[in-house]
Nanobody, 121 residues
């Protein structure tokens, strides 16, 4: 069992930066692939980025145009978000699974509670 806890969300202005953190705990949590998803006003959680257990493999959607960066330090995963836009407003969720590579929320058995990011002038 893996427990995940996100932090770092908040209210920012367009163009600002935020760094989200997700700390994993539990049995062999550092071996798990981790990912960020976000959920706006709709019911779907959209894939943002993922990183392998050893941090060597990363997947980040081109949609974000280099504004977002994913990284990891053992049990803690980060999402650095620069030049934030109003459309980035969402609840950002951390998720974990055994193997790296999935973009599908239903394939992640472990989830955090989410952290709200609001980008508004």
């Amino acid at each position: 069992q893996v427990q995940l806890r996100e932090s770092g969300g908040g209210l920012v202005r367009p163009g600002d930066s935020l760094r989200l953190s997700c700390t994993a705990s539990g049995r062999t949590s550092s071996n798990y692939a981790m990912a960020w998803f976000r959920q706006g006003t709709g019911p779907e959680r959209d894939f943002v980025a993922a990183i392998s257990g050893d941090g060597r493999s990363r997947n980040l959607l081109d949609t974000f145009g280099g504004r977002f960066t994913i990284s990891r330090d053992s049990d803690t995963m980060y999402l650095q978000m620069n030049n934030l836009k109003p459309e980035d407003t969402a609840v950002y969720f951390c998720a974990a699974r055994t193997n790296f590579g999935s973009l599908v929320p239903s394939e992640y058995p472990y989830w955090g509670q989410g952290t709200q990011v609001t980008v508004s002038a």
